[in-house]
């Protein structure tokens, strides 16, 4: 039998400070463990690092990946980098929601007061995650500094870039809720999140010049990658684009996301238990 919610249910007028609440109390008991939480956050963060230090190596001895040097690339790997550990940390259970289906527990987030995505949110946050922005704004903080230093930038530059992970990660939800909206059909998701979410977001960290057209084209529409870094930081460097890149990934952002959410209400509407 299908399991239906109600189309008119939206976010109380208290749900976000409730979910402010619980990811305060979430943190107070990873600091519990000092040195586990601190200890986990610099080995998440140190392996991705290595990503960018053998791209760092080979940009070294080449000098230029289609016209960027290894600075350049360094504002598109740090922001992209940062807002993965931030989408990691708040979407951990939509990141994972195919246990949820498998497993039949979404039934019990079905009967809950709160809208269901949102029920997600609050349920886990891993901040261990933090190690992933930490070491991205590292990334990125070195490369801005020589770029500023070379003039290539100017200050108040820094203080957009300094937003583009949370615009970043506001894309990565709305990318990862919409493929786990497609499980209230699919079920099975994890390997699609492949294609729709982690290859994606591992091309955001080059130039997207180098890609051939047709994938340039995926990045630029149905899962939006070019606006968490590649369209604002073109600009920025003076590379091509117009002024209006600036407030093309913050509108991205907002649009991606509402679209997500509605299309993960019309998706609920479908879902049918594992009982059935």
């Given at each position: 039998?299908?399991?239906?919610?109600?189309p008119g249910r939206?976010?109380?007028?208290?749900l976000?400070p409730?979910?402010?609440?619980l990811?305060?109390?979430?943190?107070?008991?990873?600091?519990?463990?000092?040195?586990?939480?601190?200890a986990s956050?610099?080995?998440?963060?140190?392996?991705?690092a290595?990503d960018f230090?053998?791209?760092?190596?080979?940009?070294?001895?080449?000098?230029?990946?289609?016209?960027?040097?290894v600075?350049?690339?360094?504002?598109l790997y740090?922001?992209?980098?940062a807002?993965?550990?931030?989408?990691r940390?708040v979407?951990?259970?939509?990141?994972g929601?195919?246990?949820?289906l498998i497993?039949?527990t979404?039934?019990?987030?079905?009967?809950?007061?709160?809208?269901?995505?949102f029920?997600?949110?609050?349920?886990?946050?891993?901040f261990n995650?933090?190690?992933?922005?930490?070491?991205?704004?590292?990334?990125?903080?070195l490369?801005?500094?020589?770029?500023?230093?070379?003039?290539q930038?100017?200050?108040?530059?820094?203080?957009?870039?300094?937003?583009?992970?949370?615009f970043?990660?506001?894309?990565?939800?709305?990318v990862?809720?919409?493929?786990?909206?497609?499980?209230?059909?699919?079920i099975?998701?994890?390997?699609?999140q492949?294609?729709?979410?982690?290859?994606?977001l591992t091309?955001?960290?080059?130039?997207?010049?180098?890609?051939?057209?047709?994938?340039?084209?995926?990045?630029f529409?149905?899962?939006?990658?070019?606006?968490?870094n590649?369209?604002?930081?073109?600009y920025?460097l003076?590379?091509?684009?117009?002024?209006?890149?600036?407030?093309?990934?913050?509108a991205v952002a907002?649009?991606a996301?509402a679209l997500?959410y509605?299309?993960?209400?019309?998706?609920?509407?479908?879902?049918?238990?594992?009982?059935?």
């Amino acid at each position: 039998m299908s399991r239906t919610t109600s189309p008119g249910r939206s976010p109380s007028t208290n749900l976000w400070p409730v979910l402010w609440l619980l990811a305060r109390a979430g943190l107070r008991e990873r600091m519990q463990y000092k040195f586990s939480f601190l200890a986990s956050a610099l080995i998440r963060g140190a392996s991705i690092a290595v990503d960018f230090a053998l791209v760092a190596v080979i940009l070294y001895r080449f000098r230029f990946v289609d016209g960027w040097d290894v600075f350049e690339v360094a504002l598109l790997y740090g922001p992209a980098s940062a807002a993965q550990g931030l989408f990691r940390m708040v979407g951990y259970e939509i990141e994972g929601f195919e246990n949820y289906l498998i497993n039949g527990t979404f039934d019990s987030i079905l009967i809950r007061p709160w809208p269901t995505l949102f029920t997600l949110l609050a349920r886990r946050m891993d901040f261990n995650r933090l190690g992933i922005t930490a070491q991205g704004l590292v990334v990125c903080a070195l490369g801005a500094a020589k770029l500023v230093a070379r003039g290539q930038l100017q200050a108040w530059d820094l203080l957009y870039i300094a937003l583009l992970p949370l615009f970043g990660a506001l894309v990565l939800l709305a990318v990862s809720t919409f493929t786990a909206a497609l499980g209230f059909w699919l079920i099975r998701i994890d390997e699609l999140q492949v294609f729709t979410l982690y290859a994606p977001l591992t091309a955001s960290y080059y130039p997207l010049s180098i890609y051939p057209g047709w994938l340039r084209g995926l990045l630029f529409t149905v899962i939006p990658m070019a606006f968490i870094n590649y369209v604002p930081v073109l600009y920025l460097l003076g590379k091509g684009g117009g002024v209006w890149a600036l407030a093309a990934s913050p509108a991205v952002a907002a649009v991606a996301c509402a679209l997500a959410y509605r299309f993960w209400l019309f998706a609920e509407r479908h879902y049918q238990s594992t009982g059935s």
